[in-house]
């Protein structure tokens, strides 16, 4: 990833409050070559998803997923908090996801009807996921 990406991840993720940390789990994709299909790949990639997020509440990020709002995350991570469940959000490849992941997913987070990269994802999602924490913790947002 660019620096910007990680720089960007870095500062929401030191602005988290400490019992609440954001950690970042890669998964190098799997290869697009040696005859293999783009369902072959995504379902390499479907194991190797379904590991990393064993025990997790799992929120894939697609396009045909829901729209939500920054009070709507602010209200479901301090729910999943409350129940004391872990989660993890999922980026998918550049090819999205298996469907047995999108199958498996507690819930589909749509960010933009837009295609973006996955680096402004990741950052996206940080600042968004660092917003709902602070608006659930009381502090004052600015749309209302």
Sequence with gaps: MPAWVDQGFT????RLPRDLPLDLVELKPAPRDRGRTVAQALEAEAVRIEQACEG??????DE???AWTTRLLAERLTRWREEAEGVAFVIGSADGV?????ARAHRLLALSAFTLPHG?????LAEQIYRAVTLAAGHPYHRE
Aim: proline share 0%; with cysteine; aromatic share 4%.
């Design 11 to 14: 500062d929401y993720t030191r």
């Design 56 to 61: 997790l509440r799992m929120v894939v990020c």
């Design 64 to 66: 045909r997923g829901e």
């Design 98 to 102: 298996a469907e047995r992941i999108r």
């Design 120 to 124: 402004l994802v990741r950052v996206l």
